[in-house]
Nanobody, 126 residues
């Protein structure tokens, strides 16, 4: 079992930055791929970014490429999402997720993830 807890959300002006954290419990987290998803008001949850269990590969949705960076620290059992140049359209509840993510080509699919956090709110004011 893996439990995930997100933190780091908040209110920020457009152009600003936030770093989200995803603290994991359970020894198996280091063997799982990790993803970040988000859900804006009135919209379906969408994929944001993913990272392989070993950190060797990352994958981003087009709208965040060059602005967001996903990373993980196995020693701390924590994943991160660094968000720069934030835009109003980035406003959403952000969720982290963990799973085997096999094949890697399915990293953007929610079905690739078995464990989910409860989310953290990110609000970007324009």
């Amino acid at each position: 079992q893996v439990q995930l807890v997100e933190s780091g959300g908040g209110l920020v002006q457009a152009g600003g930055s936030l770093r989200l954290s995803c603290a994991a419990s359970g020894r198996t987290f280091s063997t799982y791929g990790m993803g970040w998803f988000r859900q804006a008001p009135g919209k379906e949850r969408e994929f944001v970014a993913a990272i392989r269990w070993n950190g060797e590969s990352t994958y981003y949705t087009d709208s965040v490429k060059g602005r967001f960076t996903i990373s993980r620290d196995h020693a701390k059992n924590t994943g991160y999402l660094q968000m720069n140049s934030l835009k109003a359209e980035d406003t959403a509840v952000y969720y982290c997720a963990a799973g085997l993510v096999r094949p890697w080509s399915d990293a953007s699919a929610e079905s690739s993830y078995n464990y989910w956090g409860r989310g953290t709110q990110v609000t970007v004011s324009s």
